[in-house]
């Protein structure tokens, strides 16, 4: 029909502004070219170092992730004030230098415990005495990178707050390719793991110089020259602090699976759950990349617009629906043959459970994320900390008994019991919060149900004919839920 809006596009502009769809297309271009990559070079580097020294590197790439909550939300602060505007020029460069200095320093301190603490991380993971000091020896080259990985997100924050999305994923992009074309350029002339942390080092230093000039760049009042406001240091922290907690404890939760695999199982037990539990990750940052988007969009609604910011979070939920729900049951279906596809018979034996079960969790874990860009984009960061503060004891609880009970399955079973406790409270506070959000909670229950429903039955059937079957059920379906987004988008444009 001529004038139409084209499907994508119409999911894409939910936000209402055509900026918002072509941040969305942005961030899933970032996010798709490093997970093909990965497809391809995990199993180059998992062959080439074995399934103990694999699973330290995966324990590195986990470090580097988890140091990031050092920023003490800095990052998310700047981009909420910088996006909901009225600020001058003497005040952004005041409060952009002010945040990066902070974080800075904090990563130094970081960078400095992690390198003191080398040695007793690996004693934890009682490794071999040659294998323990070259992984000693690698987590002291990674301490180095640790205050560029902790401030780059304050340099982000200030290009996503104006919407400059296609110039974060410029950078971000060619950083995450370094993540495994580092390791596989480094096999070539050695297979021990301190070369090829120091890759992962110099390119998250190097991601930082980046950010760095296109910040200068874009905003020239930065060019002034770094200054410190101490006057600007309790605004700051008092947003970032609860998001610094939720920071914090996040990370714990999804990674602390691995650890406590390592400690009760083994090394080469992490390698094999990493593997599965990376494909889910990655895939994962498809929610990720609509969330990014969200952000700015809902910290610019002006705080009585109730039913605006009922819309994006709709919008969100839309998005989970579309763009993951069918990832997730194409993974329940296949997730033994494509385990052995891509990396062998053993990672399949050992993972395809774990992977239909994280399958699920990937669907309610994208929701969560939604509820909670949300309610730390309306002030309220602390409801999603609190949370996070609620969950981690019981966590930890149900994962270690899961694991001793099932091993490998049960670290899957706790996860996904953890982030579906997770998303339901984050909607019940969003419905707190902003009452007009009530209908978005209900849809969201509705797509968890559906997901259930789904993994559930593909995992069931008994031979890849009837798992085909059911997949064609829910492609339809799939496009009838499609054609009702679009048609309740026409008919609130």
């Not at 400059?164 to 350029?185: D, E, Q």
């Not at 059937?461 to 988008?489: C, E, N, Q, T, Y």
Request: proline letters at 4%; aromatic letters at 8%; a positive charge.
């Amino acid at each position: 029909m001529s004038g139409a809006p084209s499907p994508l596009r119409a999911l894409l502009q939910a936000a209402g502004r055509r900026s918002n769809g072509r941040g969305v297309l942005f961030n899933l271009a970032g996010v798709a070219a490093p997970a093909l990559l990965a497809l391809v070079c995990i199993p180059r580097i998992a062959g080439a170092l074995g399934a103990e020294r694999f699973g330290i590197l995966a324990l590195a790439w986990t470090t580097v992730g988890y140091v990031v909550f050092l920023h003490l939300g800095l990052g998310r602060a700047v981009a909420r004030g910088t996006a909901a505007g009225g600020k001058g020029d003497d005040e952004v460069r005041a409060t952009v230098w002010t945040a990066l200095l902070m974080t800075l320093a904090l990563g130094c301190a970081g960078g400095a415990l992690l390198f003191v603490l080398a040695s007793a991380l690996v004693r934890v993971l009682d490794l071999p005495a040659a294998v323990a000091d070259e992984c000693a020896a690698a987590f002291r080259v990674l301490a180095c990178a640790v205050p560029f990985t902790v401030a780059t997100p304050v340099l982000t924050g200030v290009l996503e707050a104006r919407r400059r999305f296609g110039l974060v994923n410029a950078v971000t992009v060619p950083s995450a390719l370094v993540t495994y074309l580092g390791p596989v350029a480094a096999l070539s002339f050695t297979h021990t793991l301190v070369p090829l942390v120091a890759v992962l080092a110099v390119g998250r230093v190097l991601s930082w110089a980046a950010f760095l000039v296109l910040c200068l760049r874009e905003v020239p009042e930065l060019r002034g020259g770094p200054t410190f406001h101490g006057r600007l240091a309790r605004p700051l922290l008092s947003y970032g602090g609860w998001t610094t907690v939720s920071a914090l404890v996040s990370p714990l939760l999804v990674y602390m699976d691995r650890f406590v695999i390592g400690a009760a199982v083994s090394a080469a037990a992490v390698a094999y759950y990493a593997t599965a539990q990376e494909v889910v990750l990655r895939i994962g940052l498809v929610s990720g990349a609509v969330v990014g988007v969200l952000f700015p969009a809902f910290a610019s609604v002006p705080e009585h617009d109730g039913r605006r910011v009922a819309h994006l979070l709709e919008s969100g939920v839309d998005a989970v629906l579309v763009l993951v729900l069918p990832l997730a049951l194409i993974l329940a279906a296949a997730a033994e043959p494509l385990l052995r596809l891509w990396m062998g018979g053993d990672y399949a034996v050992q993972g395809a459970h774990v992977l239909a079960w994280l399958s699920f969790g990937l669907v309610v874990n994208g929701l969560a994320k939604v509820a909670s860009t949300m309610l730390q984009a309306v002030g309220r960061p602390d409801l999603t900390a609190r949370l996070h503060l609620m969950e981690l004891p019981g966590f930890v609880v149900v994962l270690v008994v899961l694991v001793w009970a099932w091993g490998l399955e049960g670290a899957a079973v706790a996860w996904v019991v953890r982030v579906t406790a997770d998303a339901a409270g984050l909607f019940w506070f969003a419905w707190r919060r902003v009452p007009e959000t009530r209908s978005a909670a209900m849809h969201a229950a509705w797509v968890t149900a559906c997901a259930a429903a789904g993994v559930g039955a593909l995992r069931l059937a008994g031979s890849p004919l009837a798992r085909a079957a059911l997949l064609a059920v829910a492609a339809v379906a799939l496009l009838w839920a499609f054609g009702r987004i679009l048609h309740r988008r026409a008919a609130t444009s």
